[in-house]
C-alpha cells in the first residue's frame, strides 16, 4: 500500500473496473490517504502532464483516468475518430509517478439499463454547449460518477476547456461529492496554439493556419488593455483577426462574464474572451481570462 508523502515510488496500476477501482479507493480512504484524481480522454499531451504532475505535488495517491466517453460527443461528432493512445498513455503515467491508470470500458461505465444523467442547466446552454448538444449533459454525468467512484480530495482541470471547469464547479458545489477542484493555466505551444488531443488531426496546413484562433484572443486583449470597453467592438475585432485566415471557420467568439458566461455588452472586471473555430475536420477552442 501507499505510504504518507514524500511519494515513494510503487509500480502503477492500471484498473479496468468500476469495481476494482472503488475497492482500492475505499481501501486508501480507510487509511486516510489523500487522493487526487486527473480525469482525461487520453492521448496526452504536456497540457495533461502538467495536471498529473500538480496531483503528484499536492496529493498522497494519485488517479488518471483515461475514458473516451461516448456521452460527451455531440450529434454528428464522431467518437471512433478520437485518438486513442492508452500504452503509450500508460508508460507517461508511470513515468509521473501516477498511482493507479483507470481505464474503463465503455460497457463497464455504461452497463446495460444506465439511464441517469446529470445536467447544470443554464452554464452548459451558451457555446459548447449550443454547437455540441449533449456535451455537457454527458461530461457532467461521467464527472459525477468518476468523483463517486474515486472521492478523490482534489479533482485537476485544465483552463483550456473554461466552460468545462464552470460547469464541473457547479457541479462540485451543488452535489457535494465531497471534493475540491483545481483549475490550472493552459498550455500552449510556442506560437501560442493551446494543446489538444485533436491537434495532431491538423493537415499542415490547417496545422499552420490554427494559431489564428489564439492570435484573435490576444487582439481582443490587447483592445481591452488599450481602453476599449465594448463587448461588441471587441468581438468584431476578434472576428477580423480569424476572417484573414481562409482555411478557418469561426463557431463563436464570445466577450463574456467568467462565472456566468453571458455576453458581456460593457466591460468591467474580469472578462473571459472566449472563442471556437473550425479548420476542415478539427474543431478547436480556446480562451483567455482578461481583467479590464
Ligand atoms: P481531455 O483529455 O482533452 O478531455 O482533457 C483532460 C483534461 O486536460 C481537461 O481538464 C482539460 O481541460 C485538460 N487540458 C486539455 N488541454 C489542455 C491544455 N492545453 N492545457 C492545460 N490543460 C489541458
Redesign the pocket.
Known sequence: MLNKAPHVAVAMRTIRTVHAISTWSRALHRQGVTIGM??????F?A??L??IRAARRSCEAVVVSVFVNPRQFGRGEDVSRYPRRLRSDAALCAREGVDVLFAPTQEGMYPPGFEASVSVRSLARRWEGECRPGHFEGVATVVTKLLSLVRPEIV??????FQ?TLVVKRLVEDLNPGTRMVV?????DPDGL????RNPRLTPAERRAAPVLCAALQAGREAIRSGIRSGSRIRKMMHQVVSGERLAQVDYLAVCDPSTLEPRPRLTGTVVLLGAIRLGRTRLIDNLLVRT
Open positions: 486527473v480525469p482525461t480522454m487520453g492521448a499531451h497540457g495533461h502538467a495536471l485537476f482541470f485544465g483552463q483550456k476547456d468545462q490550472l493555466p493552459t498550455v500552449r493551446a494543446l489538444s488531443s
